[in-house]
């Protein structure tokens, strides 16, 4: 699309922008639920494997692409109008068409959020690579969040690839310069991975998975090791506060692991658009 279009028709350019992040948001939905499903039969192959067992008895293709979408209920097929990005959850109001079992909300969410990323992502930084990168990892952070929040584990084939595009990305200043990213990446992981052994040989118990420290990580790639103090308080706050409120309403107990990813990358997207904001206001309070 012409840069210029913002300029002589700015609603028609932010429709077709909120268009790009819908699909890509029925394209995470899709992503999220899929995605551990098949990285659970790898891993059990592997497993299988290596301890010398039958392999698993063949089932039926199953990826990212196949089998087309369906009601997991009734298996029927969703016809296209039902899989119009947002209206199709809207017009068949959250059920299936054949047997009316509930849609997951989790479908509809992530395609709102996509969408307002991608409005947001054009809005701060303009159609330009800043704009189509943020863009980019807004949608990775998404797909992480809900994978994480469904099955606590942030998949490598997500993580590491970000992390690496990231330095790429870098190596032309887009967010940080090259050399920041690259100790923001190191100091990061190694940050996390030093509270992860301190707080085990403390308490004898894991406090967070290795996930974490490559999604920490991926932040300092993309924007930097002087950001990583924002993110990571702001990270901690919010789980404290959210995982503090579960416990007194007494829909979380304290032996009950809560999944720190999420936390980390709603910290992650607001330093990326706000985070030298904040670390400005932060330093002129701080010196009165």
């Not at 085990?200 to 920490?216: C, I, N, P, S």
């Not at 932040?219 to 002087?226: E, Y």
């Not at 409120?245 to 720190?260: E, H, K, Q, W």
């Amino acid at each position: 699309m012409n840069p210029t279009a913002f300029a002589s028709d700015p609603v028609a350019a932010y429709l077709f922008v909120a268009t790009m992040g819908a699909v890509t948001g029925s394209f995470l939905s899709m992503l999220v639920y899929r995605l551990p499903i098949i990285l659970k039969r790898q891993w059990d192959r592997d497993c299988r494997e290596a301890l010398a067992l039958p392999p698993p008895e063949k089932a039926e293709t199953f990826n990212i692409a196949w089998p087309a979408s369906h009601c997991p209920k009734c298996q029927a097929p969703l016809k296209i109008r039902d899989n119009i990005p947002l209206f199709g959850f809207l017009l068949l109001r959250g059920r299936c068409r054949h047997c009316a079992a509930p849609i997951p909300r989790q479908y509809f969410l992530i395609e709102a959020l996509t969408t307002l990323a991608a409005i947001v992502s054009v809005a701060h930084f303009g159609l330009t690579p800043r704009g189509a990168a943020a863009f980019l990892l807004s949608a990775a952070l998404i797909a992480l969040t809900f994978i994480d929040m469904r099955e606590q584990i942030l998949p490598d084939v997500i993580t590491l690839p970000f992390l690496w595009l990231g330095l790429l990305l870098n190596r032309g200043d887009l967010y940080a310069s090259l050399g920041s990213a690259v100790l923001g990446a190191a100091l990061a992981y190694l940050f996390l991975w030093l509270v992860f052994h301190a707080f085990r040989l403390a308490t004898g118990k894991e406090g967070m998975g290795h996930g974490d420290f490559k999604l920490f990580a991926l932040a300092g790639a993309w924007l930097g090791w002087q950001l990583l103090p924002l993110i990571l308080l702001f990270a901690s706050l919010a789980g404290a506060l959210y995982g503090g409120a579960l416990i007194l309403t007494r829909r979380l107990t304290r032996a009950t692991p809560m999944p720190f990813g999420p936390f980390l990358c709603a910290a992650t997207w607001l330093a990326l658009f706000y985070g030298w904001p904040l670390m400005a206001l932060y330093l002129r309070s701080a010196h009165g």
